[in-house]
């Protein structure tokens, strides 16, 4: 059975800092891409980061030099090191597990809440 979760959300400061973990249990961790997706109040679902099992990185342009993507395969967890915060980076992140190859095995964690306000 594959369980993705999802930790290190919470309320912080404008400016300030979050690290995000997400725990991925059930699967071959090195075989999969991964991605994180924020979801605000009222939005549609956008995507923040994303990795490849190769380590490449892919960073929507609104937190560019403020978040870093990584991963940890021995560990089978990846994270989302968040600088600099501000209050647009309000939401639900939530993390996203998909198969290099097959595209049926894709796995959704129930998201962490982050809120950036003063």
């Known amino acids: 059975q594959v369980e993705v979760v999802e930790s290190g959300g919470g309320l912080v400061q404008p400016g300030g800092s979050l690290r995000l973990s997400c725990a991925a249990s059930?699967?071959?961790?090195?075989?999969?891409?991964m991605g994180w997706y924020r979801q605000a109040p009222g939005k549609q679902r956008e995507l923040v980061a994303t990795?490849?099992?190769?380590?490449?990185?892919n960073y929507a342009d609104s937190v560019k030099g403020r978040f870093t993507i990584s991963r940890d395969n021995a560990e089978n967890t990846m994270y989302l090191q968040m600088n600099s915060l501000k209050p647009e980076d309000t939401a639900v992140y939530s993390c996203?597990?998909?198969?290099?190859?097959?595209?049926?095995?894709?796995?959704w964690g129930q998201g962490t809440q982050v809120t950036v306000s003063s």
């Open positions: 996203n597990v998909y198969h290099r190859l097959l595209s049926s095995a894709n796995y």
């Open positions: 059930g699967i071959n961790f090195s075989f999969y891409h």
């Open positions: 990795i490849t099992s190769g380590g490449t990185t």
